[in-house]
């Protein structure tokens, strides 16, 4: 959740913190003291458009920072740390936006400078906000097939549905490359037979170039190297020989082992070793000399074998070593022709049959889908209701995709259509016009929804706008009970709503200099204890002149709830 918003240079507000708890808090303040400036700041911490007018007069920059406090294993945790993010445990994660009066942005997670886009991503998962005239996440029919699934349960069809697509997309590409190839392999028939031909004389060996460029690097040099070889036997074995003689001393310095008290027994293990040594290079160079073949007729042989196989390779454009595997896939792509596609015909049947698997897997998730989405309707009409939204439809649309848009997600297009009015035709949840209802619109949706879309922040801007008395008590009632689940935050005029919160702040505006870096307008919020909070709701109910009244009204809607506010 949200737990800190710092502002610095922001429009009204020179400098400020706010430190927000989980459950219902409530905004409330004139008109025009700043309270959309708080969401325009919280927006630019989550990457929402940068406008230079954000830009306090006289400021050289500004900056927001939102701190979240996530558990263990968030998915926001994951993309953070997939990027190389440091974020420890359960430290806070900290999204930082900086601004400066020519445009210029800055985008930060935990101190480290990110892509506008990655802040963006990353707000999405941790607020959202729904402001009267913006265009909502709700409302974008981008999300609202994964909504539907979410809140039905379906999420183990989806995934057998995306595993059977990915089978039968495996199988239809093995298919076409399979196809692909034939066809090329009967155009190219007859050069395949004449490669077939020519590899098949040739027969290369895996290994055989290295082994054969050996060999001819050896009879090349035949000559000096049996000299060398001859010299250097003769020093091993010249007067009693090399290893005669480490023998000796061994059998020596043995004798007189027991006498040295141990201290000849390394001396003697490394003459030992060393004799074992001499006899083994004796032995690879008699082994080499044997070897060294100085018939020039042999060295022609092996020098015509090793240039046709390099011809051979150059010709087909791989090393070779590769030669025996080339063989191998030409003969592969004849024995294709040869089969009279019966090959192809396999993997056209195994296409099939996964596609039919596939279909029937997400004819099935459609089916769901459909019966989900009866039942997602009929608890959105029963929140419309309380919301004075009685004559407003609300209807899932789940319609079939053509074969073209099918996919992981299965074959169906989803969408959320409402029709306000009796009479009116049913159109997208997004183009309603007034911004008070789609405000409770999403209301409903998120009180419905509540657990298929677990943003852990929700921001609601004036969502009581137009409505007042038993409404807007019944707005209070289900922002009360979407905020025992998550932490909701509420811009408010109505005091029906803001009596419902557990915690309370007054933004209000104060024109001077006084302590202030930069002369001219300031916000200023402050938190409410209970009895600041009682003459705040009786400001709502009664304007600009408080009477008693008022201050009884606003002690009965806060009954029992005004002693227990957290400021």
């Known amino acids: ?60 920059s500004a900056s927001v920072s939102a701190t979240f406090d996530l558990p263990v294993g968030h998915a926001v945790r994951d993309i953070v740390a997939d990027r190389g993010i440091h974020a420890e445990g359960e430290a806070p994660l900290i999204l930082r936006r900086s601004l400066t009066p020519d445009g210029r942005s800055r985008a930060f997670v935990n101190d480290q400078p990110v892509s506008i886009g990655l802040l963006r991503e990353l707000g999405d998962m941790l607020v959202d906000i729904h402001g009267q005239f913006d265009n909502q996440r709700l409302a974008s029919p981008a999300t609202h097939r994964q909504l539907l699934d979410a809140h039905g349960g379906l999420d183990s069809r989806r995934a057998t549905v995306d595993a059977a697509w990915q089978a039968w997309q495996a199988a239809l590409a093995a298919s076409e490359a399979a196809a692909r190839d034939a066809e090329q392999a009967r155009r190219d028939e007859d050069l395949l037979r004449h490669a077939d031909k020519a590899l098949t004389a040739l027969d290369p060996q895996p290994g055989e170039e290295e082994s054969l460029a050996q060999n001819r690097a050896l009879m090349m040099h035949g000559e000096k190297l049996l000299e060398a070889i001859r010299q250097a036997t003769a020093e091993l074995q010249g007067g009693r020989g090399a290893e005669t003689a480490l023998r000796n001393a061994v059998r020596q310095l043995e004798k007189a082992a027991a006498l040295a008290e141990g201290r ?108 989900a989405a009866r039942k997602l309707d009929a608890a959105i009409a029963g929140e419309l209701q309380s919301l004075r939204l009685g004559s407003a439809q609300f209807a899932t649309v789940v319609q079939p995709l053509v074969e073209a848009d099918w996919g992981p997600h299965g074959l169906d297009y989803i969408v959320f259509h409402v029709a306000t009015n009796p009479g009116q035709a049913p159109g997208p949840l997004g183009r309603i016009s007034s911004g008070g209802e789609l405000a409770r619109f999403m209301l409903a949706l998120k009180v419905v929804l509540a657990r298929a879309d677990p943003v852990p922040t929700i921001v609601f801007d004036e969502v009581d706008a137009g409505v007042g008395g038993a409404v807007a008590a019944a707005v209070g009632d289900r922002l ?78 806060l009954g029992d709830r005004s002693d227990k506010v957290s400021p």
């Open 1 to 60: 959740m949200l737990q800190t918003l710092t502002i610095r240079g922001i429009v009204l507000i020179e400098q400020l913190t706010l430190e927000f708890p989980s459950g219902l808090g409530v905004l409330t303040g004139e008109t025009g003291a700043g309270k959309s400036i708080l969401l325009d700041a919280l927006g630019l911490a989550l990457g929402a458009r940068a406008d230079s007018a954000l830009v306090r007069h006289g400021a050289e």
């Open 264 to 371: 000849l027994e390394s001396v003697v293990a490394a003459l030992d070793r060393a004799a074992e040594e001499t006899a083994e290079a004796a032995s690879q160079l008699d082994r080499l000399a044997a070897a060294v073949d100085l018939d020039p007729r042999r060295l022609e042989v092996v020098e015509e074998r090793l240039f046709a196989l390099r011809a051979e390779a150059r010709k087909h454009g791989v090393a070779v070593d590769a030669l025996p595997d080339l063989r191998r896939r030409i003969a592969e792509r004849l024995a294709a022709i040869e089969d009279g596609g019966a090959a192809q015909a396999r993997l056209d049947r195994a296409t099939a049959e996964r596609r039919a698997a596939y279909v029937q897997a997400a004819e099935k998730l459609s089916e769901a889908r459909r019966r």
């Open 480 to 557: 009360a009970r979407l905020a025992e689940d998550f932490q909701v935050l509420v811009v408010t005029h109505s005091p029906q709503v803001a009596a419902r919160g557990l915690h309370h702040w007054r933004v209000s505006k104060s024109v001077g200099t006084s302590g202030a870096k930069v002369p001219g307008a300031n916000t200023h919020v402050d938190a409410l204890s209970a009895a600041d909070r009682r003459e705040e709701i009786a400001r709502m109910l009664a304007g600009a002149r408080i009477t008693d009244e008022a201050r009884a009204a606003a002690a009965s809607l």
